[in-house]
């Protein structure tokens, strides 16, 4: 199983940016994925998940609103378009792979590298 | 949201000891724990699930225990690729939460 992050980078405040996580190595429509973050010297972050087929999805109230989860079934590709990012969005974000289909109850299996967003004028 | 506390926040263990980090819910998550082990610059990497299976792959000496509120990962024998900071994540509910690390390096 391959995860590979791309997309980050250095962004003004209140402008937009949007993360790409190209995978392999598994049946990715069977499954769920999610966005996690962490910023420099804090706590790993969930921001998002989406389920198998993109039919449902979550979001943790710091992004919601402002961040889209997306995925296309047939490039192996998760997206996270981000919006009206701010200063404390600094973070490496990582995409994973969840261990279900859908919803609760799973583990992050497997995890790309990060990718690191940066929010300043 | 369920807040997920780890104590200790940090410590310090020799090679070829057993060392214990716990995990406390805020309320009742039955055995929707996982546990992580991350080292500087890396993504985090599984070791234990649903509170007691070990992920494939992972070494003998990585267990869990739990149930509940109350949480345990232990290294039975520490080596020195474990020197790292370790992660517990709740799954039971939205919005899923983690700990905020508990950080074992070399005495």
């Known amino acids: 199983v391959q995860v590979l992050e791309s997309g980050g980078g250095l962004v003004q405040p209140g402008g937009s940016l949007s993360l790409s996580c190209v995978t392999s190595g598994f049946t990715f429509g069977s499954f769920a994925l999610s966005w996690v973050r962490q910023a420099p010297g804090e706590r790993l972050e969930w921001l998002s998940h989406?389920?198998?087929?993109?039919?449902?999805?979550y979001y943790a109230d710091s992004v919601k609103g402002r961040f889209t989860v997306s995925r296309d079934d047939s490039k192996s590709t998760l997206y996270l378009h981000m919006n009206d990012l701010r200063p404390d969005d600094t973070a490496v974000y990582f995409c994973?792979?969840?261990?279900?289909?859908?919803?609760?109850?799973?583990?992050?299996?497997?995890w790309g590298q990060g990718n690191l967003v940066t929010v300043s004028s | 949201d369920i807040r997920m506390t780890q104590s200790p926040s940090s410590l310090s263990a020799s090679v070829g000891d057993r060392v214990s980090i716990t995990c406390r819910a805020s309320q009742d998550i039955t055995k929707y724990v996982n546990w992580y082990q991350q080292k500087p610059g890396e993504a985090p990497r599984l070791l234990v699930y649903a509170a007691i299976s070990v992920q494939s792959g992972v070494p003998s000496r990585f267990s869990g225990s739990g149930y509940g509120t109350d949480f345990t990962l232990t290294i039975s024998d520490v080596q020195p690729e474990d020197f790292a900071t370790y992660s517990c994540?709740?799954?039971?509910?939205?919005?899923?939460?983690f700990g905020q690390g508990t950080r074992l390096d070399i005495k």
């Open positions: 994973a792979k969840d261990s279900y289909a859908s919803g609760l109850y799973g583990h992050l299996e497997y």
């Open positions: 994540q709740q799954s039971f509910s939205m919005p899923i939460t």
């Open positions: 989406i389920s198998q087929g993109g039919g449902s999805t």
